[in-house]
């Protein structure tokens, strides 16, 4: 008889499975709400750290070649600076596959925040395509070829909007045009507002790399904006800032000591002078910032009640984006 009640008492009451099962499903739930907060914070990270590499190895090159710029005291323009509010006139990048209709980044002042001073470089916008910098530089001497030889070259800094796949991606390349031989720096002259420079030509290392880069100079990848401050050497050795000289206007910066109207430009606002010090900024978007962009211009993603596109786009990207700044000073010294 009291085998019996033992065996009876040995097993659980339906209560006690309950109360067991419960317990399980609350554990697992809060142990799934964990994994899913520990892998969200990774990924965040894993994409800051992706977009932090990119962004120095971006400044790194531009170091580089800002450090070995050829600067010369004529009326040639040996440093051009453009703010690309929108794909219209002198802005445009007229790169094959370059895609600016429909939904994208905002164009016109939605894009631009250049406050003169009152702002810090990683606070401001430059334009629906960023600033398209132009300069000559001299490269490392690579010896392979009569055209890889350390002569000055013309390279050229510019953000392209490109589909890749279903989705459009934002990408910062770096032209570079050869500098000797058939369809080169040498050839073209040393003026970077000279017709071989803004004729489109997608040939590789052609002239024409200035408005058009060839796809093999991809710089980064999802930089949705580049830009500059340029500081000049005013009176009495003071620096000052050149550029950007005005909140919301599109501007240039021209560095050349010429004096009569600069071709194309003449209905621009442009300041001339000598760069003694240049304050770069790229933005880059993580993966996850790129994944969201990529379904708010496809229609994806509704903008909120009460916001606009250009607003809710900028939101998103400066929420999911980097910035670094680098301050370059260029060797060159020009008088």
């Known amino acids: 008889m009291k085998r019996d009640e033992n065996r009876k008492r040995s097993g659980f009451t339906l209560i006690e499975l309950l109360l067991a099962a419960s317990i399980t499903a609350v554990l697992s739930g809060i142990l799934v709400i964990t994994v899913v907060q520990i892998l969200g914070i990774w990924s965040r990270s894993g994409g800051a750290v992706a977009a932090t590499g990119e962004a120095t ?124 031989g058939t369809n080169s720096t040498f050839s073209s002259g040393y003026d970077l507002l000279a017709s071989a420079y803004v004729t489109p030509n997608g040939s590789e290392q052609h002239p024409g790399n200035i408005r058009r880069p060839n796809a093999r100079f991809l710089l980064g990848n999802h930089v949705i904006d580049f830009g500059a401050r340029i500081f000049v050497q005013g009176a009495g050795g003071a620096t000052t800032l050149a550029f950007p000289f005005s909140a919301e206007a599109g501007q240039s910066f021209v560095a050349t000591a010429g004096t009569s109207s600069i071709p194309g430009y003449a209905s621009r606002p442009v300041v001339r002078g000598w760069p003694v010090t240049v304050q770069v900024m790229v933005r880059i978007l993580t993966e996850e910032g790129a994944r969201l962009i990529s379904n708010l211009e496809t229609g994806r993603v509704a903008v909120p009640a009460g916001q606009s596109y250009d607003s809710y786009w900028w939101e998103l990207a400066e929420a999911h984006s980097l910035v670094q700044v680098r301050t370059i000073t260029p060797r060159a010294r020009v008088p």
């Open 57 to 180: 190895r971006i400044l790194d090159q531009l170091a580089q070649d800002l450090d070995a710029a050829v600067l010369r005291p004529d009326a040639n323009s040996w440093l051009v600076g453009t703010v690309q509010r929108d794909q219209s006139g002198v802005g445009d990048t007229g790169m094959t596959d370059a895609d600016w209709t429909g939904l994208t980044k905002p164009a016109g002042v939605a894009s631009l925040r250049l406050g003169a001073g009152d702002l810090r470089i990683d606070q401001l916008r430059f334009g629906q395509a960023g600033l398209w910098l132009r300069f000559f530089t001299i490269e490392p001497d690579a010896n392979d070829s009569a055209t890889n030889r350390s002569l000055p070259r013309a390279v050229a800094y510019q953000i392209v909007r490109r589909r890749s796949g279903a989705r459009h991606a934002y990408q910062l390349f770096r032209s570079q045009v050869r500098p000797g």
